[in-house]
């Protein structure tokens, strides 16, 4: 356990871009929207309190804390220009991007767009009655609706009986379903009403608890780098003499085929896909990972550019004046950080149809 702040901007990623160290502190400057510029400690930057979990439950801080010493290690041997296998530098990649506090903000934002989706789709009568009867056709839940038939009608039942009594409902099944098919899809749309109605009334609670439940199944993201070290190619990149790259609260940053730049793992459509990711490293370099067929044409700039647009409140550098760092202060959140509600929305309803 690392305490009751966690960093989800961690220091093994912001170190590098230090203009001082002192012993074992590091020192960068800050560019926050509201703050404007300051110096702090890594220590104390990109952290929030039981951003992982609170104290009654540490498991996901324990096993993100776990997993860093390795990270560490990769952004390391990339600084001391040793060769690192593009598995490495996905995994990096992919164990930052989830779990900003950009990234965590944007989901739990975009909650209300998912209960839209859900909302035209379940409350659709047409599509309702289409999913049920669909539902009741399959084995697995005809099972289970006559069983739980039986339990309403007769309560407990001996075993002889209840086979008798499923042996029946079996035989009538179809004709129960006919006979009954308005009062089912009913029954179907007022759960679902409820359902939603509880959603929209603990919105907030759920997006949180649900992007923590994501998180805890796959902290190390490891089957996401696997996917993106096969699907793309890396490469370690140098600003040019004389420029330099900052790093976003947002961590790293990707391109999509849609032409728009995004938070990693930050899609839902089927039809858009990662082209180009970006982690700069330190202010001298930066990982690059591409689709074989389209080499990225990002210049430092463009990069610093989106880096400073898709993150949610701050950005650190070496240094507090040049490379336009006033002007890349003022572009903080001002890049949608991953789809839109309407792109959301509009891309769950096809995929259901």
């Known amino acids: 356990m690392s305490g009751r702040k966690h960093h989800y901007l961690p220091q093994l990623i912001q170190r590098p871009f230090a203009y001082r160290q002192r012993g074992k502190e590091f020192y960068v400057h800050a560019h926050h929207r509201t703050r404007g510029r300051f110096t702090?400690?890594?220590?104390?930057?990109?952290?929030?309190?039981?951003?992982?979990?609170?104290?009654?439950?540490?498991?996901?801080?324990?096993?993100?804390?776990?997993?860093?010493?390795?990270?560490?290690e990769t952004v390391q041997a990339i600084n001391r220009g040793d060769a690192v296998a593009p598995a490495d530098m996905a995994t990096l990649i992919c164990?930052?991007?989830?779990?900003?506090?950009?990234?965590?903000?944007?989901l739990v934002a975009l909650f209300p767009a998912l209960l839209e989706a859900l909302r035209l789709k379940l409350l659709d009568p047409m599509r309702l009655r289409r999913d049920l009867m669909a539902s009741l056709s399959d084995p697995k839940e005809q099972k289970r609706l006559i069983n739980d038939e039986i339990n309403?009608?007769?309560g407990h039942m001996h075993r002889e009986q209840r086979a008798?009594?499923?042996?029946?409902?079996?035989?009538?099944?179809?004709?129960?379903?006919?006979?009954?098919?308005?009062?089912?899809?009913?029954e179907?749309?007022?759960?679902?009403?409820?359902?939603?109605?509880?959603?929209?009334?603990?919105?907030?609670?759920?997006?949180?608890?649900?992007?923590?439940?994501?998180?805890?199944?796959?902290?190390?993201m490891p089957i996401r780098a696997t996917h993106m070290a096969n699907?793309?190619?890396?490469?370690?990149?140098?600003?040019?003499?004389?420029?330099?790259?900052i790093l976003g609260d947002c961590g790293p940053i990707a391109m999509f085929s849609d032409g728009k730049p995004r938070l990693?793992?930050?899609?839902?459509?089927?039809?858009?896909a990662i082209e180009a990711v970006f982690l700069p490293v330190s202010p001298t370099r930066c990982i690059v990972g591409h689709l074989p067929s389209t080499p990225p044409r990002l210049s430092v700039a463009d990069i610093n550019h989106i880096g400073a647009s898709l993150s949610l409140e701050f950005f650190v550098s070496d240094r507090d004046t040049g490379g336009d760092l006033d002007e890349l202060r003022m572009f903080i959140g001002?890049?949608?950080?991953i789809e839109t509600e309407d792109d959301i929305v509009r891309s769950l309803i096809q995929d259901q149809d």
């Open 152 to 154: 309403k009608r007769f």
């Open 95 to 106: 164990a930052l991007a989830f779990r900003t506090k950009s990234m965590r903000e944007a």
């Open 231 to 245: 699907d793309l190619e890396f490469e370690v990149v140098d600003a040019p003499l004389g420029e330099f790259f």
């Open 334 to 337: 001002s890049l949608t950080p």
């Open 40 to 72: 702090p400690n890594t220590s104390g930057l990109g952290k929030e309190l039981d951003f992982y979990g609170g104290p009654e439950d540490t498991s996901l801080d324990d096993a993100i804390t776990r997993g860093e010493d390795t990270l560490a």
């Open 164 to 186: 008798k009594a499923y042996s029946f409902i079996t035989s009538q099944w179809k004709y129960h379903v006919a006979t009954n098919e308005a009062q089912l899809v009913a």
């Open 264 to 272: 990693v793992l930050a899609t839902i459509s089927s039809d858009v």
């Open 188 to 220: 179907a749309w007022q759960v679902a009403y409820t359902f939603l109605a509880k959603a929209r009334a603990e919105a907030d609670i759920m997006a949180n608890r649900a992007y923590l439940n994501g998180l805890a199944k796959d902290p190390a």
